[in-house]
């Protein structure tokens, strides 16, 4: 097997702005690729801290969206963390 056909995982977030001691996370997707199956899951947080117009301009989220949609950002964290690890562990097991 090589690698193009090994189950990869692609991950992205989109946050209140660059600095990542500071930053949080206004979105976030994760996309598990294995062949041809192909599943994503996607997250919009209520980072709990106005959005800058900066941000808002590269991902599009504004604060009130965030507000009004967004989910709670300690179980959003804990369903990324979750997800990823999912599949870490998967990506670890071996394949027949």
Known sequence: MSWHTDPMVAFDLE?????PETARIVTATIVRIHG????SR?????????IPAGATAI???????????GGFPPVA????????????RQRAE???
Do not use: M, Y
């Open 15 to 19: 946050t209140t702005g660059v600095d």
């Open 36 to 39: 041809a199956e192909v599943t």
């Open 42 to 50: 996607e997250w919009l947080v209520n980072p709990g801290v106005d």
């Open 59 to 69: 991902h599009g989220v504004t604060t009130e969206h965030a507000r009004a949609s």
């Open 77 to 88: 964290a804990a369903q990324i963390f979750a997800e990823l690890d999912e599949a870490r």
């Open 94 to 96: 071996p394949t027949a």
